[in-house]
Structure formats: structure tokens, C-alpha cells
């Protein structure tokens, strides 16, 4: 059963939010996967386009021979992924009040919050930025003095990698994985959106943590189907998503 958390009298920099039940991630992706049904052309049109935005980055990291970009990207899709999703925050709304969902509409309300999704954008961009960076750094260290072998210094590398990308990744997905459909429902700025999302998850520890990993092994099925699974799973995570934010963000009637 859920409850909602006491609103504070001192004018929060965050909006309230409810306790969730364990089984809520899965309940969010069922709901999705309506969605998806129920507006399969603007799905698949949204779900092709990160399609070849995934090739594209894959064949620049490709001809890059940089391992460590493979790894930003594949932790990159955690957080960037909800900035590229607006469209279908905005669908799975329509839906919501019954309307059926148009290009147009979808594209006036990007254009609408522009400002709030650039800030947005803008932060999310830097700390991936900042991961690239860090992740390459670690993995192109010179192996010490004296060390045994170079495999296992590979090994410790590509294990260091990981780890800093998955504390990225968490800390940010935490940040940013109710913000976006808040300002296009709320019409919030970008701090507040970020706040109110942090405080949600760290009210929901352990939901949030199974919605992360429930993304992450959608992403990894993703790139192990070259990247054509994200027709689908893009669109469905997209939508859950969405319906995550409004089981759990306690919005205005």
C-alpha cells in the first residue's frame, strides 16, 4: 500500500513524494509496454531514431578504438537516455487524458520547456563528459613498475572503469530519473526537478535501486541484439518511466 510522505510547512525545495510498494518497477514497465500498444507508430519511430543515434556513437568509438567510450556510452544510456525521452513522456500523457498522441504536439511541448531541458541537458552532458574523461584516464595508465603482468593490469583497469561508471551512473540516474517528465508536467525549473527526484529515491531505496538494475539489463539486452532491441525497450522504458514519475511524485490535482 502506498502512503504519502507529510508535505512540509517551510516551502520545500521539493515536492512530496509516496512510498512505494517492491513490485512498482514492474507494474511501471506493464504499463509501458501498454502504452506501446497503444501507439505503436510513434513508438517505433521514436525507438529507430535512438537506434541509429546508438550506431552512429558506436561506429565513432569504433574508429576511435576507444574501449573507454564503449563503457561511457553503455552507462551514458542510464542518464542521457530520460533527456532524449521527452516525446514519449509527452505520449504516454496524451494517452493519459485520452487524447491520441500527434508529432506536433509532442514537438511543441520540447519546444515549450526548451529552457528547463537545456539546464537539464546542459548538467547531464557535463557529467558525462566528466565520466569519459575519468574512465579513459584509468584505462590508459601505464602499467607500474615491477608489475607482474600486463593482462592483469588490463583487468584492474577495466574493473576500475566499471565501478567509477557504475557510481556515475547511479548517482546521476538518481538525479535525473524523475526530473524530465516533472517539468513537462509541472512546468518546474531544472533544480527543483532534480531535488524532488533525488528525494524520491533516496525515500525508495530499494525500488529505486531494482528500477535501475531492471534499465540496465534492458540496456545490456539492447546492445547485445546490436542495438536493435532499443526499438522496443527504448519506448517501453520511456513510457514506464513516465508512470513511475506519477505513482511516486505527489504532483497537483
Known sequence: MQTADSINDGAPLYVPCRKLSFDAPFRWLKK???????????SLAYGTIFVFIGWLLLYVAWVMESNALVFSLLFGFLFIGPALAFGLYDISHQLELN???????????????????????????????????VVSMVM???????????????????????????????????????????????????????????????RNPGVSVLWALLIFMLVVAGFATALIGFVFIVPVV????????????????
Open 140 to 202: 590508459w595508465t601505464e602499467p607500474i613498475p615491477g608489475q607482474i603482468a600486463t593482462s592483469s593490469a588490463v583487468s584492474v583497469s577495466s574493473t576500475v572503469s566499471l565501478l567509477i561508471a557504475v557510481v556515475f551512473g547511479g548517482l546521476i540516474f538518481w538525479a535525473s530519473a524523475f526530473a524530465l517528465p516533472m517539468i513537462l508536467h509541472q512546468h518546474v525549473d531544472a533544480t527543483t526537478a532534480l531535488i524532488t527526484s533525488i528525494n524520491a529515491m533516496l
Open 99 to 133: 487524447r491520441k498522441p500527434t508529432f506536433r504536439h509532442e514537438r511543441q511541448k520540447a519546444f515549450h520547456e526548451m529552457g528547463h531541458e537545456l539546464m537539464l541537458a546542459l548538467m547531464l552532458g557535463m557529467v558525462f563528459v566528466v565520466l569519459a574523461i
Open 32 to 42: 509501458g509496454w501498454q502504452d506501446f500498444r497503444r501507439a505503436p507508430g510513434h
Open 238 to 253: 520511456g513510457y514506464a518511466t513516465w508512470h513511475a514519475y506519477r505513482e511516486t511524485i505527489i504532483t497537483k490535482a
